[in-house]
Nanobody, 123 residues
Framework: QVQLVESGGGLVQAGGSLRLSCAAS????????MGWFRQAPGKEQEFVAG???????AYTDSVKGRFTISRDNAKNTVYLQMNSLKSEDTAVYYC?????????????????WGQGTQVTVSS
């Protein structure tokens, strides 16, 4: 049974930092491309960042230079380091997995999803 469990969310002031983690189990993590998506209240879920199984990365424009995605295959974990946070980064953040493949921004390409972790940035 595949599980993705996010952690690290919370309340932070604008300009601050958070590091999200997503621990995977029940799958061969090293062959999965991982993505982070987010959904703000009243908005569509959107792609934030992704890292392929061969560690190529991609980011949505609004987070480039502020967020960094990384993975530790020995720990079956993907991370999202978020710096210089803004109020518009407030959302529930989800990690997702797809087997092999490049990083894509389409949520339907990802077959496994976590339950999400809330990030709230106060201005």
């Amino acid at each position: 049974q595949v599980q993705l469990v996010e952690s690290g969310g919370g309340l932070v002031q604008a300009g601050g930092s958070l590091r999200l983690s997503c621990a995977a189990s029940g799958l061969t993590f090293s062959i999965y491309t991982m993505g982070w998506f987010r959904q703000a209240p009243g908005k569509e879920q959107e792609f934030v960042a992704g890292i392929s199984w061969y560690s190529s990365t991609a980011y949505t424009d609004s987070v480039k230079g502020r967020f960094t995605i990384s993975r530790d295959n020995a720990k079956n974990t993907v991370y999202l380091q978020m710096n210089s946070l803004k109020s518009e980064d407030t959302a529930v953040y989800y990690c997702a997995a797809r087997q092999y493949g490049v990083v894509t921004t389409r949520k339907n390409d990802y077959i496994y999803w976590g339950q999400g972790t809330q990030v709230t940035v106060s201005s």
